[in-house]
């Protein structure tokens, strides 16, 4: 094990009583230092965002983790823009863990990437570092040449005087720009003038993510790693009492067993020897503190709690004085289960101790929190923990993980053997899906009253449910006791209603672990209100377009979405029917997530038995200037059917502690035969992007259900849908 | 069990391994041969990640004991490419950026080759039929749809 280098001990994270929390100061000077040192002398590194090498090839340091959401493809095509690059000369490398110059400039001194923030954080910082490498270019083409700037255009990777009919390539040019001093100002483009921006660009990643090469967590191999398997306690809260580990060693290949704190980790050459090595353990658990819940019985304590009066997060007029005289009043609750992440590669990580510190390798989605968890362990210094942030196959926010359970577990294993070689953990399906850190189940009661001429008067709305900020990085979130991100969609109501309290109750002692699942609070706000004020549409006789914009006035940019969705889906003409016996509906749904806008029109037949499928999903989206169009529609077509999965089956549910799920037999994603045709229209904008991964999400659970509610009459108020159509 | 030599045929070319013979081909290409394109996502023949073509057929190869691929023709995505159809796939994918997170395309690709070396010409019915048993956890879906529909013009 290596020393702590002595020094660095002004960035520290203070382990608070309700988890960790982050107090960092950041010593520039080192990582100014460390950038030198790796850049080769060769090649031009005007900033910590680009590399242009001899070869002609513009690397983007992309600081974000991709995880499917195009964010490699989007961060490139900004600097490339600002650069004047050619697109086919452009690559993406992933940036190492060092918050001093990859910090999320939304989240404060952090890397990490999440909140649909990717491309927003970094829309001036990449325009800035493209620019600055242009410039320097351009100082570098007026040296050679020795014409004024202003007559040398850059197009194309190339820079040009066309009086002369000089031309040079960024990469004849590299090392004579690297001498150039860096420009204290830029000028940006105007949007006008773009060229990448707004256009259809390839992806970069697709080539070696559909050849097979493109390289995750799981292909990780290392001279001597051992593979590590554990056997995890049955419930939450349980620990291990005691082992036999003799069943397990017996297995040819398996080369040790050890005692975690999550459970025992069985280690071997390979993977499928460590799984049948865990198979074979015999552990006793000590369930003394384990986890008794059962999710019906949680329902009913959630339910009981909605009775009484929560924190507020919202109060204007008096709501309770306006329910009373109301002419008519409404009252709905619904039901949300916990939610897995199950990304496609279940959570896994390489970690492997050297003289210098450690290296870890794994979809990071939170660097500079999992390089203090991993650092707090082994006793280093956050900057001692290298972290080489690869491919995701998939997070939705599971890999952002509060506490950093899959990472530090590996980092125990790796410790209980002393360092002794590089361990690849490897969770299995059951692991992963049993593994906790779920999206919370909620309760959300709702009442409304009406007036005389159907105008929505009042309006409570009370919510139930675990805090996903407590114990994470973000508790700043929780403010008198409301979580932000448990009441988001729904304190920010954006209807005008005179009257109005939005209330929340946190129960902290379920001992689930929940974490961020793709769209977080909305989630579950986007489908209570958007379903609740359809259905009051309907009571107060209202087409539910028209009584949503005539209360969204102060709101344009939702009626913005909502207005072109409903054109684009035709909603002012009849739906086509369905052939015999088919029923068929349409509903509507809007919401912010993110700073985003979308609004969704879906289309659903429901067959005599009750069986339903969703036919199409139109969508309109404003989420200000579109970086590229494609990866948008890709990120809206991608959000529908992950939302659309969710809403139609997906529960994790508990029965006396032990989660029911296991793998994809009861824990059953969409597949393609479900899955909608989707169309997508954007609201053409000049304000700076916001983000795209996670609020096409929020309104289509709402959306499908008022369409259900369209053909059948009948308001599904629990989710997943399931089977409650064909009773 | 103990270990045996097995000579499997792996992208037309001959490989021998040592492993037990109830091993998962699945392993044995990933951890023996480090052909790593094939992936891992359930282990139960319920994800379809893990897919690859044993004479022509595609198969679950989580599911499938390496003893049982012994004398038979396997190819992964590594090898895919290679052919005609396999190429056409691969350049209809990339042409639609099909790919999102990208773990489960390798599956995909494998299957959508073995339904259109059977079917040329393949209605939406064939592909929800061939393509059910690959999930895709980013809901890639529309474009996979797409894609098969390109290649298929594509080798007409
Ligand atoms: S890993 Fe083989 S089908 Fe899922
Ligand atoms: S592309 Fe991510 S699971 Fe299919």
Redesign the pocket.
């Known amino acids: 094990m290596t020393r702590p280098i002595e020094n660095h001990s002004r960035r520290r994270f203070l382990k608070g009583a309700a988890g960790l929390t982050l107090a960092i100061y950041f010593p520039w000077s080192f990582a100014q230092n460390a950038a030198k040192r790796e850049a080769p002398a060769a090649t031009f590194e005007p900033n910590a965002f680009l590399r242009i090498g001899e070869d002609n090839a513009v690397t983007v340091i992309a600081k974000h983790l991709e995880m499917g959401q195009g964010t490699y493809t989007g961060l490139a095509t900004i600097v490339a823009e600002e650069l004047d690059a050619d697109w086919s000369q452009v690559r993406v490398e992933s940036a190492p863990a060092d918050a001093s110059r990859y910090n999320n400039l939304n989240w404060g001194p952090m890397q990490g990437t999440g909140g649909s923030s990717a491309i927003a954080n970094s829309w001036e910082q990449l325009r800035q570092a493209g620019a600055a490498a242009r410039a320097m270019l351009v100082a570098a083409a007026v040296q050679r040449w020795q014409v004024p700037a202003d007559s040398i255009t850059v197009a194309e990777g190339v820079l040009r005087h066309t009086a002369s009919g000089r031309q040079a390539s960024f990469g004849e040019l590299a090392r004579a720009a690297a001498e150039q001093p860096v420009p204290e100002q830029v000028r940006l483009k105007k949007p006008s003038d773009f060229k990448l921006i707004g256009q259809r660009l390839a992806r970069k990643d697709s080539a070696e993510k559909t050849n097979g090469s493109a390289i995750y967590t799981q292909d990780i191999h290392l001279p001597d790693m051992l593979t590590a398997v554990v056997a995890h306690p049955p419930r939450f809260g349980a620990m291990v009492a005691s082992y036999d580990a003799e069943p397990a060693l017996a297995i040819d290949g398996v080369v040790e067993v050890v005692a975690i704190p999550t459970g025992v980790a069985v280690l071997a050459r390979d993977t499928w020897t460590a799984k049948r090595g865990r198979d074979a353990l015999r552990v006793e658990w000590n369930e003394s503190a384990a986890l008794r819940l059962s999710s019906a019985r949680a329902f009913e304590q959630f339910r009981a709690l909605a009775e009484t009066p929560g924190n507020v997060a919202r109060e204007e007029g008096d709501s309770e004085a306006a329910l009373g005289s109301a002419a008519r009043t409404l009252e709905a609750e619904y039901d949300f289960p916990y939610l897995a992440h199950a990304a496609m590669e279940p959570m896994n990580c390489v970690i492997r101790l050297n003289g210098e510190g450690c290296d870890t390798w794994f979809g990071a989605q939170m660097q500079t929190h999992d390089q203090a968890v991993l650092a707090e362990l082994f006793g280093l210094e956050p900057e001692q923990v290298r972290i080489h942030t690869l491919y995701a196959g998939g997070s939705f926010g599971r890999r952002a993980s509060k506490g950093g359970d899959y990472i530090l577990e590996t980092a125990h294993i790796v410790k209980a053997i002393d360092g002794r070689a590089p361990v690849k953990l490897v969770w299995l399906r059951e692991d992963d899906m049993q593994g906790g850190n779920y999206r919370p189940m909620f309760h959300h009661r709702l009442r409304a009253g009406l007036d005389a001429q159907g105008q929505l008067v009042a309006w409570q709305h009370r919510l139930v449910g675990q805090s996903v900020a407590a114990g994470s990085p973000f508790e700043g979130a929780i403010q008198n006791g409301i979580d932000a991100t448990s009441v988001e969609g729904a304190a920010n109501l954006p209807y005008a209603i005179p009257n109005m309290r939005v209330d929340l109750h946190t129960p902290g002692d379920i001992g689930v672990p929940v974490q961020w699942w793709r769209a977080v609070g909305s989630t579950h706000t986007a489908f209570s209100t958007e379903c609740f004020i359809d259905e009051l549409a309907q009571a107060a006789g209202q087409d539910p377009v028209a009584w949503r914009l005539a209360m969204l006035e102060a709101h344009p940019r939702h009626a913005g979405v909502l207005k072109l969705v409903a054109e684009k889906a035709g909603w002012s003409q009849p739906l086509e029917s369905g052939k015999n016996g088919e029923r068929r509906g349409r509903g509507v749904a809007v919401h912010e997530a993110f700073g985003s806008f979308v609004a969704q029109v879906a289309e659903v037949t429901v067959e005599s038995d009750g069986r339903y499928r969703v036919d199409r999903v139109v969508c309109a989206v404003d989420c200000g200037i579109v970086v590229n169009p494609d990866v948008v529609l890709a990120q809206v077509e991608g959000g529908v059917g992950f939302a659309l999965s969710a809403a139609m089956n997906e529960a994790i549910t508990f029965t006396d502690g032990n989660v029911d799920q296991s793998n994809f037999h009861d824990y059953s994603p969409l597949r393609i035969a479900d899955m909608p045709r989707v169309e997508l229209h954007i609201v053409p904008s000049t304000a700076a992007p916001t983000g795209i991964g996670e609020p096409p999400v929020a309104p289509l659970a709402p959306a499908v259900v008022n369409a259900l509610a369209a053909a059948t009459g009948k308001r599904v108020r629990r989710l997943p849908i399931g089977q409650q159509l064909s009773g | 069990m103990g270990h045996f030599m097995i000579t499997l045929n792996i992208n037309g070319e001959e490989k021998s391994v040592a492993v037990a013979p109830d091993t998962p081909l699945?392993w044995v290409l990933r951890d023996t041969l480090q052909l790593t394109g094939t992936k891992?996502?359930?282990?139960?023949?319920?994800?379809?990640?893990?897919t690859v073509h044993m004479d022509g057929q595609a198969v679950?190869?989580?599911?499938t004991p390496v003893s049982a691929a012994a004398g038979a023709k396997v190819i992964t995505i590594e090898g895919v490419g290679e052919g005609v159809t396999g190429k056409a796939v691969q350049q209809a994918w990339q042409g639609l950026d099909v790919v999102q997170c990208g773990y489960c395309q390798s599956g995909q690709i494998m299957s959508a080759v073995a339904l259109l070396d059977g079917n040329r010409t393949p209605t939406d019915a064939d592909i929800d039929q061939a393509m059910g048993g690959n999930l895709c956890r980013c809901a890639t879906y529309v474009r996979i749809r797409a894609a098969i529909h390109d290649a298929a013009r594509s080798l007409a």
């Open positions: 699945l891992y996502g359930c282990g139960m023949s319920l994800c379809g990640a893990c679950r190869s989580c599911s």
